[in-house]
């Protein structure tokens, strides 16, 4: 199997790994047509585990081998590192201000990125495509460096990536598909705007493979770009919302597991 892929283009297993990612999305929206509800306390601790496995990931799957190829570049590695992070919030902070959308648990007036006539589950939609977003970038990088060196391990490291992205995926495709049939939309509307919510995953899949593939010089930077933007989204989003209720505690258990998955994953299959 691992021969097979290792003989694919790295853009084209991007894809694939993103596709992965989006039917992730698309399993957790599923949950629309069993559940028309969520309790509270397990809510929060599918968003805390969401939180902990991007925390994880940032750092072992994107910072660190941002940090170590930026200094086998010779390069002054706390600075390129800090300043491809730096962008990357940045970028997804301008995203914020400039795409209305509403966080789950929030109240419509309560709504971020400026005034909107859209409806309120149309921005509940937008709240879980940017968190999308640099999901679908980091995956496509991992995949994007094996450019530098398609080996056994370098797969293995991109694929605990998208794994790992997956995984905390499904929270999500219900963060968007439950709410939205309390909303009025029927179970199968819920659904589909729930999985389609996933869709720009492999769209900054693509993006984020050819470029690194294509301009190697800027692996180091575009993996911590998209460690920053990713973090942005947990201090920004996930965090905040998981801490909703009175049972808020389970939010910080759901990180502390989330965040240990991810680290064996990447440490053990890295």
Not at 162 to 172: C, D, H, M, T
Not at 174 to 202: D, N, T
Request: charged share 10%.
């Amino acid at each position: 199997m691992f021969v097979d892929l290792l003989s694919l283009h790295p853009v084209v297993l991007a894809l694939l790994a993103t596709g992965f990612t989006w039917f992730c999305t698309a399993f957790g929206a599923g949950f629309v047509f069993f559940f028309r509800t969520v309790p509270r306390p397990v809510f929060n601790a599918m968003l805390g585990f969401a939180s902990g496995i991007m925390i994880a990931a940032s750092f072992w799957s994107l910072l660190l081998p941002s940090i170590e190829l930026s200094e086998n570049a010779g390069q002054t590695a706390w600075f390129h590192v800090s300043l491809g992070f730096l962008s990357g919030g940045l970028s997804l902070y301008a995203l914020h201000k400039l795409l209305p959308h509403l966080h789950v648990g929030l109240e419509e007036n309560r709504l971020e990125g400026g005034k909107s006539s859209f409806q309120r589950s149309l921005l509940l939609i937008l709240a879980i495509t940017l968190h999308n977003i640099p999901e679908g970038l980091a995956v496509g990088v991992a995949f994007g460096a094996l450019g530098d060196g398609f080996t056994y391990e370098a797969l293995m490291a991109a694929m605990v990536v998208a794994f790992g992205i997956g995984i905390q995926n499904i929270p999500e495709g219900a963060a968007v598909s439950i709410p939205l049939l309390r909303e009025g939309f029927s179970a199968k509307k819920s659904f589909w705007y729930g999985q389609l919510s996933g869709f720009v995953e492999p769209i900054g899949g693509l993006l984020g493979a050819a470029l690194v593939f294509y301009v190697e010089s800027i692996l180091p930077f575009a993996l911590s770009f998209a460690a920053g933007a990713m973090i942005f989204v947990v201090v920004e989003e996930l965090i905040p919302e998981s801490h909703t209720g009175k049972e808020t505690e389970m939010s910080t258990l759901g990180a502390m597991f989330g965040f240990v998955l991810m680290m064996a994953l990447d440490v053990g299959l890295g």
